[in-house]
């Protein structure tokens, strides 16, 4: 669902024109901020850039501007002054079946396995990062950092004590559901509503585990409850690896003020992300609905297609935005998401996580290249460097440390 998703609104940024907020920037602003980014170290926390890396014609090393599938690379991050981040390894909810868990089961160590093959292949362009330290020197270095982390913990359903073999092998963010309830969490947009009202049993347990083991719980996707129990049950401050302010769009997977204001109590990182349709209001007509409907028939299973598969989706996608066009979200609504979340929070515990490959980008912020338009914007509203610093990076690499600290407490270190 997550996939097709990102193909219709990847498909959608690319017939956008650019917007007011888009060409504002002069080019003595953009080089200023991208300057600066340079600087600090850069980090998305919520990259879906892995679902990638086994597709057919996709090459990270590669250049992909254009293509409905794809807003990262290794050229487009050194252009956007993107170090890196948290690259995710997403798996969809599924029926909750036996078979079903041990479907995710695997589809997660696949996924683990692609992200650390990538950082193999190129030692020279990505390193792995086990520790915020780590994350330095491997900016130092020249390269590309790469954190590990789970959307959806639906892999670690059929053995829960797999979550020490992740963490071993690098994972450092976890997140506890997606768009349906599981068992260890509710989310927040399940249409049957809470089934735990909050966290599970098990997902209490696997809470206390990831806090034993020095990996960030990631409240993004879950449920108000959810939020509302990590405050009692995490033993340090937890993260939204990609959501916004529901005060200035009224949605589910948004958080509110007063939840804005306690996480910055408790020590918490919000990242703002890009996925329009938690920006602003997206509506459709039946015949666009139908529309889409019947493309997907006409091309198959997202994971599957090729990019040249994909690319010519993103043609047809083109034809039907043409005949039933969508209002979208624009650069300007991710910027007054993430100014009134700044305004609440604070610059201490906010943010950038925009979902790029699943779903993020904006009229006027159509992949990683564009990056130092957000640096800039900061500038002009005032902020230092020490507090941009935060927000790009600082905040919650803040929190991972406090995570490592509580884990070394335990008797638990980093590998």
């Known amino acids: ?34 300057a600066l980014q340079q600087r600090l170290l850069t980090l998305d926390t919520h990259l879906d850039t892995p679902a990638n890396l086994a597709r057919d014609g996709f090459d990270i090393l590669q250049r992909h501007t254009g293509s409905a599938v794809s807003e990262v690379d290794y050229p487009r991050m050194v ?3 993107l170090d890196g981040g948290f690259w995710a390894i997403y798996t969809g909810q599924g029926d909750r079946s036996d078979a079903a868990h041990l479907r995710d089961r695997d589809a997660g160590l696949e996924r683990l396995l692609e992200i650390r093959e990538m950082v193999a292949a190129h030692p020279d362009r990505f390193g792995l990062a086990h520790t915020a330290d780590e994350a330095q020197r491997i900016k130092a270095s020249g390269r590309r950092v790469v954190f590990i982390s789970m959307e959806n913990a639906s892999p670690l359903v ?43 049993p098990a997902g209490r347990k696997l809470v206390a585990e990831a806090n034993r083991l020095g990996i960030l719980v990631d409240q993004s996707h879950a449920s108000d409850a ?3 129990d990590l405050l009692e049950a995490s033993k340090v401050p937890f993260v939204l690896s990609h959501s916004a302010s529901r005060a200035m769009f009224d949605h589910p997977r948004n958080l509110d003020d007063a939840r804005l204001r306690k996480l910055a109590a408790k020590g918490g990182v919000i990242q703002v992300n890009a996925y329009g ?76 996580g925009m979902d790029w490959d699943g779903g993020g980008g904006v009229q006027g912020m159509e992949d990683v290249s564009q990056l130092p338009k957000i640096t800039a914007w900061l500038l002009r509203r005032g902020y230092t460097e020490k507090q941009i610093a935060g927000i790009w990076g600082g905040n919650v690499m803040r929190v991972l440390r406090q995570a490592e600290d509580y884990a070394a407490k335990q008797g638990h270190a980093a590998p």
Do not use: C
């Not at 219709?8 to 060409?23: D, F, G, M, N, Q």
């Not at 028939?297 to 599957?304: I, L, N, V």
């Open 1 to 34: 669902m997550k996939r097709r998703r990102t193909l219709l609104l990847i498909a959608l940024v690319l017939t956008w024109p650019l917007s007011a907020a888009a060409a504002d920037f002069s080019a003595d602003e953009l080089a200023k901020a991208k």
């Open 79 to 81: 252009e956007g002054a």
């Open 158 to 200: 059929a053995d829960p004590t797999l979550l020490s073999f992740y963490q071993h092998a690098g994972l450092r963010m976890l997140s506890l559901a997606h768009f349906l309830n599981n068992e260890f969490a509710d989310s927040a947009t399940d249409p049957k509503g809470p089934e735990w009202h909050g966290l599970s």
């Open 226 to 228: 959810v939020f509302d």
């Open 277 to 352: 349709g938690y920006l602003t209001a997206v509506t459709k007509s039946p015949e666009r609905i139908e529309a889409e409907k019947a493309l997907e028939t006409r091309f198959g299973e997202f994971d599957a297609m090729s990019m040249a598969q994909a690319q010519a989706y993103g043609e047809a996608m083109k034809e039907i935005e043409a005949r039933y066009p969508v209002k979208q979200g624009t650069l300007d609504d991710f910027f007054a998401h993430l100014g009134h979340i700044l305004d609440v929070a604070g610059p201490e515990h906010t943010g950038i």
